[in-house]
């Protein structure tokens, strides 16, 4: 019996394996085929996050909208560090239709101070393929003092200025 749920166990997992392979080297071709391409505008491309706790999860949301007259495709979302997990939709954004991208951030919790994170996404889109998308904020530890727990807003936005500043590209505009 147990050699019978090993290999029922081994078989799914070849199949699901084999599933993903399929899947990535559908979205390779895509990627490389220029007739397919679309644009995007992204709706939600830099996020001031504020205030997170050390040690605690914050969900992000990144809205966009395929502005072109072909399928979009998410190929990836890579969080540019381990703290972050991205999830995209797997099935293809039509002309005119919304998606989103989520974000998980653990917020480490030995830490505390402004943070900025990035995720790269891949799409199948005209001029570029690969866009950023960014969140920041700030971090606080619960044994600081009330006074490291206020969020200064004015810096707040001072880092989102100095962002745009640097990378002109993440208002939201049609690329």
């Known amino acids: 019996m147990k050699i019978l749920l090993f290999v029922t166990f081994v078989i799914a997992l070849l ?18 085929d220029t007739t397919g391409y679309t644009s995007i505008q992204w709706i939600d491309s830099l996020k001031n996050i504020g205030t997170v706790e050390a040690g605690k999860k914050q969900e992000i949301s990144f809205r966009f909208k ?16 381990g703290c972050t997990v991205a999830a995209f939709p797997k099935e293809p954004v039509q002309p005119g239709s919304e998606g989103v991208i989520t974000a998980e951030y653990q917020a480490p919790g030995d830490t505390n101070g402004e943070f900025r994170k990035n995720i ?25 003092s ?14 989102q200025l100095k962002e745009l500043k640097r990378n002109p590209l993440l208002n939201p505009v049609k690329n």
């Open 66 to 81: 395929n502005t072109g007259t072909k399928s979009l495709f998410i190929i990836s979302a890579e969080p540019g560090c």
């Open 146 to 159: 009330a006074s490291k727990q206020t969020v200064d807003r004015a810096a707040l936005q001072q880092i």
């Open 15 to 32: 199949v699901s394996c084999g599933e993903q392979d399929t899947r990535s080297k559908e979205l390779s071709k895509l990627a490389k």
């Open 120 to 144: 790269e996404v891949t799409t199948n889109t005209k001029g570029v393929t690969s866009h950023f998308i960014y969140f920041f904020g700030v971090l606080v530890h619960p044994t600081d």
